[in-house]
Structure formats: C-alpha cells, structure tokens
C-alpha cells in the first residue's frame, strides 16, 4: 500500500488544507483505517479500492478522527489527483468518477485544477431558534450578528451562519468542546480590497469533542455555493478564502454551470508520494 500527501485548495506552496491518500487500500479494515486516520491527525485521510460501479474509476472511504463520511470535499479533490498521479486513466476524458458514500461524484479535470460537482443537500432549511442560538454560542458569535442560518448538510451535517462582513468572520472565537459531530460554518462578503468574493471558516468536533477549526472545507463551501446560488446572492461564479487564522491560505473555485450544476474546485498540489505502508 502506497501513501501520498497532497495539498489541495492551496493558493502557493503549503497554503491548502493537506490530505493523505491510501492506495490499494483493499487489505486494510475500517477499524484500521480509522486509527491511521486519527495517528496522522489531518482533517481527514481516504482511501481508495477498486469501484464496484461500472461508471466508477476508483472507491474511495473517506475518514476522519471521529467516524466516516459517506462524503467530503477536499478528500475528492485530493483523491482524485492522487489517483491521476499514481497512473489513474479516467473512463471519459478530463472528468474523474469517484464513487463514495454518497454516490458517484464527479470531478472535472484541468492540470492542477480539480473541480467537483456538488452532491445534493441531505437535509436544508432554516436553524430552528434553539439550533440557531447553539451554533452561535459554539461558534463565538454574537446572535446580533447573524443574517440566516441554514442547514446544507451534504454528508457532514453543516449548519451554515452567514454574518454581514469579513471582518465579524474572522473576529469569531469558538469554544473549545461541543459535541462531536458538531459541523458549524461562517460566510460573509470578502473584505473591500481583499481581491476574494467571500470569507469562510469551519469548526467541527472531533472524537474528543475538542472544537477544530479546519483550513479550507470543500463540503462546508459547497453547501454554501448551492444556497448562495439558489438565493440569487451570487451569480456564475466567485473565490473563497478560507483558513487564515489556522495558518492556511485557501481558494475555493465556485461555479454554477448552466445547468444549474454547482461545481467546487481548487489547485492541487503532491507534496509527498510513494511512502510505503506495511
């Protein structure tokens, strides 16, 4: 079994969220791959195995330090590069079918640049008032702040919390414990100048229940993208930065096709490859 670690969603050398990649995972149980994933304590790990889907090029399980996901966004994009550096020949040419948890996925390809087609919501709607408080309080907002919260789970259950700047984004504080599975995301308009369209942050709880700010979160903006779509507060496409205050410098690529298709994309980078698992 082969390990790489790629960066993706990285804006320069080291800048996005990095991700390790299994190959021939085949031989490894779940029990297993979660322990790896929480020794090498990255947001998360996958790990790919033959597809048993036709249409699929690859399987992938995705994992991270509390469970598994049946979906994750900068685990497909990472995945999906890795794969094409270890050999992978995708069925169609320049889009990767990844099958996961949550279906097939498809991932368009243009060099470095990988772009994912947002699964559909699980659950989406507006917090309830108790809910809405809560994620508030965990995530260090002032309910003040707030202009919607928004379920758009879609694999990880993200409660979204769109405040009115940049500036209130970054100024959040999060407690340090919530329950684990806790998935909270802030989004406001980008800064004047900042050269960005919007200012993200994402908090999960991990098997511990310790609050973890992630650097830059694929699902947490595709959810995001769908709902600014579908509100009409943004049209075609727009950046996302995320992930400065963990020391991060992502971008997020956010496109709507004119099929109404929302696509999540970023550059990908190897950092290392080929080490060797017993």
């Not at 994620?135 to 907002?141: E, F, H, L, Q, T």
């Not at 049209?235 to 996302?240: L, N, P, S």
């Amino acid at each position: 079994m082969q390990l790489d670690l790629v960066d993706v969603f990285g804006n320069g050398a080291l800048s996005g969220n990095p991700l390790a990649v299994v190959h021939a995972a085949q031989g490894m149980d779940a029990p297993t791959m979660l322990r790896l994933t929480q020794w090498l304590g990255f947001s998360e790990t996958t790990f790919l195995l033959p597809p048993t889907e036709p249409e699929a090029d690859y399987r992938v399980r995705i994992f991270y330090p509390a469970g598994e996901l049946p979906f994750a966004g900068h685990p497909t994009l990472g995945s999906a590069y890795a794969w094409l550096a270890a050999g992978g020949t995708p069925q169609r040419g320049g889009v990767v079918v990844q099958q996961c948890g949550a279906g097939l996925v498809e991932v368009r390809v243009d060099g470095d640049t990988l772009a994912f087609a947002a699964p559909p919501m699980t659950r989406y709607g507006p917090l309830g008032a108790p809910e809405r408080d809560e994620a508030a309080r965990i995530a260090g907002v002032d309910p003040a702040q707030i202009v919607e919260a928004v379920h758009i789970a879609n694999g990880p259950n993200w409660q979204l919390l769109r405040l009115a700047s940049a500036e209130e984004v970054l100024a959040a504080v999060p407690k340090a414990r919530a329950p684990s599975g806790t998935d909270i995301g802030l989004a406001a308009p980008g800064a004047p100048g900042s050269g960005v369209d919007w200012e993200v942050r994402a908090f999960f709880a991990n098997q511990h229940g310790q609050v973890v700010e992630d650097p830059v979160t694929g699902s947490f903006n595709a959810g995001l993208a769908m709902h600014l779509f579908a509100s009409g507060l943004v049209k075609g496409r727009y950046v996302a930065a995320q992930g400065q205050l963990t020391g991060a410098d992502g971008r997020v690529l956010c496109e709507q096709d004119e099929n109404g298709q929302v696509w999540i994309g970023g550059q990908c980078s190897m950092v290392a490859a080929g080490a060797q698992l017993p």
